[in-house]
Every structure is written in structure tokens, then in C-alpha cells.
């Protein structure tokens, strides 16, 4: 089997510039193929239309948007649910506009963690997969109409206590029914949470639907111990062929870590 050269697109807020052509223009000469959004709160992403439509027309590519809220469609609140679904509505609504593939988004963040005080939470297992399937389907029939497609993101167990591992994020997206509601995985949370991340991978399959890369110290690719090789072997071998977004903080020199992940990904991918 021929390796597929992935698609790579790099977070909107590691790269340098003030606008988003300043950033394509860095992005372009660094080997990226696209700049990934982030998704606020306040209907921030709305909001900037008019850029982001100045942004298309001046060629800068805008696959996908990555949530950047407060609270989520997990959350405990039914008012920070209610809202939360209103906010990935309109993100859902804007990435379909300006010709991208879909946004992704956790249960929750941060909202409560099985592995600290107090330990149970508030809501049920049962109760905690009725909000989430209820979610999705009013997520997922959304994303139908508008023609894109939500990735729901497995988090590590110190961020999230429902969608820890990508065999959960299946079980429910199979449960929801949506053929527009897909995995986004992510490779850091993989590595802690996964005993076999490839075999994670394989046992998913086509319900992959986007990628997100850092190392296992949430550092860039090649600044820790993830086996990348066997990794995008796996994506590969399960015919992944959507983008891949660099979503990490930088270790040393900001330039030259930016700079030399397209090359190390393209290596250890081929």
C-alpha cells in the first residue's frame, strides 16, 4: 500500500501574523496546506465572516474550526448545554459557508474529572449518555442540512469523564445515527488514554473523520515519544484521507519547531 502524503493544516493562533492572509502567507512557505479556526464563544466565529470571506477570496484555505468555549453540548447546566448547541449550530453553519469540511468539539472540558475530588459526579452514566446522544442527534441532523460534519473529540480522563477513548466516541456516534456526526482523534489524549492507539485507529475505521497532532508532551510532532510511524500507518491503513491539524504548544524556538513539522510529518507518514 502507497502511503497517502497528509493534508496539514496548523492551528490559526500558533502562527505568526495579524491577519489571516499574513498567516497563510507563513503557512504556505513553512509546507502547510491549510489553517484550522478556532471556535469561541459569543458567536465569535459569526462574527467574523466578513474576514473570513476576505480571507477566501485572497486564496487562504479554511478546512476546519476547533471549539474554543467556555462550557459544551455535555454540559451539566441544561441553560451552558442549550447554549453550547447553539454555538456549534452557527460554527457548523460558517465552516459550511466558506466551503470547509467541519468542526470539531469534546463532550466538555474541564468540567469534571473522575480522577479528582469528588470523584462521582453529579449525573448519572445513563444520564450522562442521554444528554450526549441528544446532543449529537440535534448536532448531527444540523451538520445534514448545512452539508459539513461535526467530529466529536475523545478527551484524557483529567479533562473529561464521559469520551475518554475513540472506541466510546464510536459507540455513541453509532447510537446518534448521523452520518454527518464523525471522531475527531487526537494524538496526545490518545497517548495517554489508548492501550493500543493504532489499534484504536483500525477498529474505527471510516467513523474517522479528522486528525489533530501533537506529541506526547502536547508539544509539536517529534518533540516527544508517540511511535508517528505506526500511527499514520494505521490512518493510512484504515484509507484516512482528510486533513491532519497541528494542534500543539511550541517547544524552543517558535519559528523553527512551526517550520519543521511539515517535513517531519511527511517523513514519518511516508
Known amino acids: 500500500m502507497?502511503?497517502?502524503t497528509p493534508r496539514l493544516a496548523c492551528q490559526e493562533q500558533l502562527l505568526p501574523g495579524t491577519t489571516l492572509?499574513?498567516?497563510?502567507?507563513?503557512?504556505r512557505a513553512a509546507g502547510y496546506d491549510g489553517i484550522e479556526l478556532r471556535g469561541?464563544?459569543?458567536?465569535?466565529?459569526?462574527?467574523?465572516?466578513?474576514?473570513?470571506?476576505?480571507?477566501?477570496r485572497d486564496g487562504?484555505?479554511?478546512?476546519?474550526?476547533?471549539?474554543?468555549?467556555?462550557?459544551?453540548?455535555?454540559?451539566?447546566?441544561p441553560d451552558l448545554r442549550r447554549d453550547a448547541v447553539e454555538q456549534m449550530k452557527s460554527q457548523l453553519s460558517v465552516i459550511a459557508e466558506i466551503g470547509g469540511v467541519g468542526a470539531q468539539t469534546p463532550a466538555s472540558y474541564g468540567m469534571f474529572s473522575r480522577r479528582l475530588p469528588p470523584f462521582e459526579p453529579p449525573r448519572s452514566e445513563a444520564e450522562d449518555?442521554?444528554?450526549?446522544?441528544?446532543?449529537?442527534a440535534e448536532l448531527g441532523a444540523h451538520a445534514e442540512r448545512e452539508g459539513t460534519t461535526l467530529f466529536?473529540?475523545?478527551?484524557?480522563?483529567?479533562?473529561?469523564?464521559?469520551?475518554?477513548?475513540i472506541d466510546q466516541a464510536a459507540d455513541l456516534i453509532?447510537?446518534?445515527g448521523s452520518p454527518a456526526v464523525r471522531i475527531g482523534i487526537d494524538s496526545y489524549h490518545m497517548n495517554i488514554e489508548e492501550a493500543d492507539p493504532a489499534a484504536?485507529?483500525?477498529?474505527?475505521?471510516?467513523?474517522?473523520?479528522?486528525?489533530?497532532?501533537?506529541d506526547s508532551n502536547r508539544f509539536q510532532p517529534g518533540a516527544g515519544h508517540i511511535d508517528w510511524p505506526v500511527f499514520f500507518a494505521a490512518l493510512d491503513a484504515i484509507g484516512y484521507s482528510g486533513w491532519t491539524a497541528v494542534e500543539c504548544r511550541l517547544s524552543g524556538d517558535p519559528d523553527s519547531a512551526l517550520r519543521g513539522v511539515p517535513p517531519f510529518v511527511r517523513k514519518v507518514a511516508a
Open 2 to 4: 502507497t502511503a497517502t
Open 21 to 27: 492572509q499574513d498567516k497563510w502567507e507563513y503557512a
Open 129 to 136: 449518555r442521554e444528554v450526549l446522544l441528544a446532543g449529537l
Open 200 to 214: 484504536a485507529v483500525l477498529a474505527a475505521g471510516p467513523l474517522i473523520g479528522h486528525v489533530q497532532v501533537s
Open 174 to 176: 453509532r447510537a446518534a
Open 152 to 165: 466529536l473529540e475523545p478527551l484524557n480522563r483529567y479533562e473529561d469523564h464521559m469520551v475518554n477513548r
Open 60 to 77: 487562504v484555505v479554511l478546512p476546519t474550526v476547533c471549539v474554543d468555549m467556555p462550557h459544551f453540548f455535555g454540559a451539566f447546566d
Open 40 to 56: 469561541r464563544s459569543a458567536f465569535a466565529l459569526r462574527d467574523r465572516l466578513p474576514e473570513l470571506r476576505r480571507a477566501l
